[in-house]
């Protein structure tokens, strides 16, 4: 059983650019989080989307936009990237009703 | 504001030692709480939560935390520390009526052989 698993794992763009990053949830999960962690910090919440829809956001702008496909699967799209934005960012999944999550290993964005 | 506070940057224990990983919150009513380990250049690994119940709680890798109401801490402990058990420990806490994982900004720890 493969667990959360996120694409690509590394990523370098330019400031402007956009960039889309895919998660795959763990079998059995429909919850999907996203999260940022920037280097020597904890995870920020970024949004979390279940049944197709974004439940909740934490405090990021608008730039951050996401989607959550019917296979569960989801996608972090980040406009107009600032250098601020790079980051590892993180996928968790967890089944509905369900308190624990499960996290891919990340994908390392770097803005030049 | 709910938050999570982590007080130690890093802490170095010997190995065979017994280690505690200090972690406090600030977050309303009774919230969700837990541990995950990072290595590096890795996700998060899942160690263990507290729900309800026993103020002790059980993980894996031989940890546990101690859930303490009075002082909103959850210490995260282990009686003998293996040098494997070297990494980045997160200390997450999220509200009831919440969906977001609030985190704690780390602690390194090092076991010294």
């Known amino acids: 059983d493969a667990g959360v698993t996120q694409s690509p794992t590394h990523l370098i763009k330019t400031r402007g650019q956009q960039v889309t990053l895919r998660c795959s949830p763990k079998s059995g999960h429909d919850t999907v989080s996203w999260y940022q962690q920037a280097l020597g910090q904890g995870p920020q919440f970024i949004f979390q989307y279940y049944e197709e829809e974004e439940r909740q956001r934490g405090n990021f702008p608008d730039r951050f936009s996401g989607h959550q496909f019917p296979n569960y699967s989801s996608e972090l799209n980040v406009n107009a990237l600032l250098l601020g934005d790079s980051a590892l960012y993180l996928c968790?999944?967890?089944?509905?009703?369900?308190?624990?999550?499960?996290f891919g290993q990340g994908t390392r964005l770097t803005v030049v | 504001a709910q938050s999570v506070a982590q007080p130690e940057d890093q802490v170095n224990v010997a190995e065979g030692n017994p280690l505690t990983v200090k972690c406090t919150y600030s977050v309303s009513g009774n919230p969700y709480l837990f541990w995950y380990v990072q290595y590096p250049n890795r996700g998060l690994q899942f160690l263990l939560k507290?729900?309800?119940?026993d103020n002790l709680v059980k993980g894996s890798y031989g940890f546990e935390a101690e859930f303490n109401k009075s002082q909103t801490s959850f210490h995260l402990k282990k009686p003998s520390a293996l040098v494997s058990d070297s990494a980045l420990y997160f200390c997450a806490v999220r509200a009831r009526s919440n969906y977001q994982l609030i985190w704690g900004a780390g602690t390194k720890l090092i076991i010294k052989p």
């Open positions: 507290y729900i309800t119940g």
């Open positions: 968790a999944s967890s089944p509905m009703g369900n308190t624990e999550a499960f």
